[in-house]
């Protein structure tokens, strides 16, 4: 499964590539965007499976992200890992067909938990 890591912060964005790699999804292809523009032009690359994007992000943010993606008619998964977790973001983004929130800090059980359906 290829996975397109979004965050604005590499040093984040290396955490979750670790946190991945220990959950023990099976063979994932990661790859990675500092923003939701730069993230736009590597689903048209890359056409990953999945999205795990930041909801706070400069240029584009992981919600305006979503949005994009869906007024092109992009079915591609997205879910976002976020410090945002309260109710009133977690509906918005559910709402906009967003497939989950993992909120930070995260562990690899949270990866696993919530990813694993979609990768087996």
Do not use: C, Y
Not at 58 to 77: C, H, I, T, W, Y
Not at 94 to 119: D, H, Q, W, Y
């Amino acid at each position: 499964m290829k996975i397109l890591i979004v965050d604005d912060s590499k040093a984040m964005r290396m955490i979750v590539t670790r946190a991945l790699r220990q959950a023990d999804l099976g063979d994932l292809d990661l790859i990675e965007a500092n923003n939701g523009a730069e993230a736009l032009e590597r689903v048209h690359e890359e056409t990953p499976d999945l999205i795990l994007a930041d909801w706070n992000m400069p240029q584009m943010n992981g919600f305006e992200l979503l949005q994009a993606l869906r007024a092109r008619d992009s079915k591609v998964k997205l879910g976002f890992v976020t410090s945002e977790g309260t109710a009133e973001i977690r509906h918005t983004a559910m709402s906009a067909g967003a497939l989950f929130l993992i909120t930070k800090p995260f562990t690899p059980e949270n990866f696993r938990t919530t990813l694993a359906p979609l990768v087996r």
